[in-house]
């Protein structure tokens, strides 16, 4: 009986022992990246750039041309990328007011490179967005205001810029410039499974894209962007987080000038939400003035009513809830 007792503590150790080893195995599969770049290809991606022409400048001047680098993951999708910083000791002038070049290189997946920058830069700064998984990217350096590139249709672009020590939209100022809304098109409309109204996938964009006024409504903070013609949730209220997220559209039409004394008509689309669904579209109406209505306004319109078993929608009321949007500005 003791040597079967035994036996069996041994069989138990030995699986567990099997069991550990396998539960560390598959950690450590989890902590390795899924794709890591060999020395050689390092070297290579590098060497695109330290060209005759990038060590002229260091060399005249008694120096050498210096390439620190960092690899990062910048999108999330386990590729990584490679930033490299240009400079040499004693030769800061060869680069600019910032001291260094700095250059971001993209595989091709092919074994080539694309350096997105290649400009003077001290260092880049990245902001995520909710539409991409390629991140804005923001060119320190010295002084106070830095651009931002953002990836547009395959590549980065200037997105904003400085004027006046004030960052704009490069649109309209700079060659091959990101439209100022990220150029993403508008979701297509369509209508319902039962061919009453107008649904549309949600809209979703970057409220870094938006230059407007903080509005309350129902609880929800927005970005209402006259220039743009668009109202967007900036901080969902609690009940819709679920559903509504940071940057969803909620209207869409002709742009307006906020600032215009003798007030402007707001025209356009409204939507509604539900989870699991396309948003719906509905035309709303009303008045924004500077003088009176920039505290409030209002948007009216007959609101379409859900179906409780789908997505559909059933008709549409002025008695919904949906049909009287109120937004009061908030001083937050």
Request: hydrophobic share 40%; net charge negative.
């Amino acid at each position: 009986m003791r040597a079967m007792m035994k036996q069996d503590a041994a069989n138990t150790n030995s699986i567990w022992g099997v069991l550990t080893g396998m539960a560390g195995a598959l950690a450590l599969l989890a902590a390795t990246p899924a794709f890591a770049w060999t020395q050689a290809e390092i070297d290579a991606a590098i060497a695109t750039i330290d060209t005759p022409e990038a060590r002229l400048c260091p060399e005249s001047n008694g120096s050498k041309l210096e390439l620190p680098y960092e690899i990062k993951d910048i999108n999330g999708d386990a590729i990584d990328e490679l930033i490299v910083h240009q400079q040499a000791s004693g030769a800061a002038s060869c680069f600019g007011h910032a001291g260094s070049e700095i250059s971001l290189l993209i595989s091709d997946g092919k074994g080539g490179w694309t350096d997105a920058f290649g400009f003077p830069g001290s260092d880049l700064a990245f902001h995520p967005r909710t539409d991409s998984d390629w991140p804005d990217v923001e060119i320190l350096g010295p002084g106070f205001c830095f651009p931002v590139w953002r990836y547009h249709e395959g590549s980065y672009g200037i997105w904003r810029t400085c004027e006046d020590g004030k960052l704009v939209y490069a649109e309209g100022l700079r060659d091959k410039a990101v439209p100022s809304g990220g150029g993403k098109a508008k979701p297509s409309s369509h209508s319902g499974g039962n061919g009453i109204g107008t649904l549309s996938p949600v809209e979703v964009i970057d409220v870094a894209s938006l230059d407007g006024i903080p509005y309350d409504h129902n609880g929800s903070i927005m970005i209402v962007d006259g220039a743009k013609g668009v109202i967007v949730y900036d901080r969902p209220k609690n009940s819709i987080a679920g559903t509504v997220k940071r940057g969803t559209v909620l209207f869409r039409g002709k742009p307006w000038d906020m600032n215009n004394p003798d007030g402007a008509l707001i025209d356009g689309v409204a939507h509604t939400f539900k989870k699991g669904c396309d948003a719906t579209e509905y035309p709303v109406r009303g008045r924004y003035h500077v003088m009176y209505g920039m505290s409030q306004f209002t948007l009216e319109g007959a609101a379409p009513i859900r179906s409780k078993i789908n997505c559909d929608i059933t008709s549409h009321s002025m008695a919904s809830g949906n049909a009287r949007l109120k937004f009061d500005i908030a001083w937050d």
